[in-house]
Structures are given as structure tokens and as C-alpha cells.
Nanobody, 128 residues
Framework: QLQLAESGGGLVQPGGSLRLSCTAFGFNLEDYAIGWFRQAPGKEREAVSCISSRGGYTNYADSVRGRFAISRNVAMNAVFLQINSLKPEDTAVYYC?????????????????????WGQGTQVTLSS
């Protein structure tokens, strides 16, 4: 059974940084495009970033471009999301997801409908 697990969330002051991790159990993450999504209370889930299966292509939502960085560590079978310059609007549950059907080695979708496997999420909260 394919499983994803997120970690690294927590309580952070505005302007702070976090690194979220997405790890896989039962499959090789390198074979999948990985997307990061988030859902704030009372809001719809939104795309944050994605990385293609071979890591050569990345994409970001306009709201996080320049502050977030997605990367892949093949040896660790993990994908990371480095979050910098945190803002109050970044408070949300962050999810990673894997796709092998819609993406290619050179492209990944920023559309949650195109991801087949999902983790349980990790909470990121900005302190006041």
C-alpha cells in the first residue's frame, strides 16, 4: 500500500522558517511528481508547489513564489518544502501528494484533482 507522511510543521513566529518533509512508504518517490497543498480554516485547499518526477521542473503558486522552495532527496526518498518569511496567511494544514498518471518527468500539475495519493497533513501555525 502506498503511503505518504508529512512532518516538520509547528508553531512559528512571523518571518520565521520551517522545512516540511514528505516521505514515502511502499514506493519510490522519484517515480512520482510530488505536490504540496495547504488548507486554511474555512478555506478551500490550494496548491503551493510541485516538483516533477525527475526533479527538473518545479512550479509555485504566486502567493509563495520567492519564499518557498521545493526539493527532492532521492537517497532519503523524500521531498522537502522549505518555507521562509512566514506570513499569517501561511497558517494552514500542509499536505503532500503523489501523481504518476498526469505528470511527466519534465512537468507537474498544480491541481489537486490530478494527484492520486495523499498524506495526512502537518499543521503550520504562526504565532501572534
Amino acid at each position: 500500500q502506498l503511503q505518504l507522511a508529512e512532518s516538520g510543521g509547528g508553531l512559528v513566529q512571523p518571518g520565521g522558517s520551517l522545512r516540511l518533509s514528505c516521505t514515502a512508504f511502499g514506493f519510490n518517490l522519484e517515480d512520482y511528481a510530488i505536490g504540496w497543498f495547504r488548507q486554511a480554516p474555512g478555506k478551500e485547499r490550494e496548491a503551493v508547489s510541485c516538483i516533477s518526477s525527475r526533479g527538473g521542473y518545479t512550479n509555485y503558486a504566486d502567493s509563495v513564489r520567492g519564499r518557498f522552495a521545493i526539493s527532492r532527496n532521492v537517497a532519503m526518498n523524500a521531498v522537502f518544502l522549505q518555507i521562509n518569511s512566514l506570513k499569517p496567511e501561511d497558517t494552514a494544514v500542509y499536505y503532500c501528494a503523489a501523481d504518476r498518471i498526469h505528470s511527466t518527468g519534465a512537468w507537474c500539475p498544480l491541481d489537486d484533482d490530478q494527484y492520486e495519493y495523499w498524506g495526512q497533513g502537518t499543521q503550520v501555525t504562526l504565532s501572534s
